[in-house]
């Protein structure tokens, strides 16, 4: 060999063996067997998130939590159920005693008045029942539905009358062999008070100055209780029976309206 051959030999060799292994000629990867080109590399798989998010299904709730608003001091809240009756005034005819002082409530009576036929075959009152709504602020809000609340109320109920909050219960007690009429808060509009009621006596009765069709207006004082000292019954509509019946026919119920006028007491609704 002359000394260019060997020269030109080993420059070659040099360069050959600088050559990477695999280059992206085709065919020029890892050979398979028999010496045909094996399949190409497989791409490194895209780096994965430390943390998945997961996304709750239809219908699950969400584990974040709620952002708060800004807290607050809440106003206080009112224990008033009833306006102040005082520009309510009532006006009682002859027969009955004027009322002293301004009205602490004006409830709106809704009910019925029951009989039972005597011996004598005319009925004989076995008291009353009826539900006790408050209309003391219709006397400053609508004076014209506070006027006229019994009307509305004995064809279409509390609410057509604008009455507001059920206070109570209105009905007869037997004490000692008599009939006494109760109205009572203790179960409605003054839970826990347990002297939120008044048992009264009637003092005088007038015949209603809308006719004889209707219950007569009354006068009552407080005998126990703490709701009021003094009350009346006016405004009333309906209630009455029919002049006769048969003795031995069953008790009836009859509807009526009336407004509760009382005075005193020291319960607050």
Sequence with gaps: MS??????????????????????????GPKGPGGRPGPPPRPSPPALPTKLPISPRPGQPTTSKPVLAPSSTPSAPTSALVCNAASAVLTVPSGLPAPTGTPSFVMLGIGSQNYTC????????????????????????????????????????????????????????????????????????????PTAFVRASKIANVTAPTGSQDVPWLA??????????????????????????????????????????????????
Excluded: M
């Design 3 to 28: 000394p260019i051959t060997f020269w030109v030999t080993l420059v070659l060799a040099a360069f050959v063996a600088a050559l990477p292994a695999t280059d992206s000629r085709p065919g020029s």
């Design 118 to 193: 005597g011996p004598a075959g005319t009925y004989v009152s076995t008291g009353a029942k009826a539900d006790l709504f408050d209309i003391s602020c219709l006397a400053t809000k609508n004076p014209t539905a506070f006027n006229n609340a019994e009307i509305a109320g004995f064809t279409g109920g509390a609410t057509a009358a604008g009455a507001g909050a059920l206070l109570g219960r209105h009905f007869f007690q037997n004490v000692t062999n008599v009939l006494s009429p109760v109205w009572d808060d203790r179960g409605d509009a003054a839970k826990g008070n």
């Design 220 to 269: 009552l004082q407080a005998v126990e209780g703490s709701l009021a000292t003094t009350l009346y019954r006016a405004q009333t509509k309906g209630g009455q029976p029919p002049a006769s019946c048969t003795p031995g026919t069953p008790d009836i119920s009859v509807h009526y309206t009336s407004k509760y006028w009382l005075y005193g007491g020291d319960v607050k609704l």
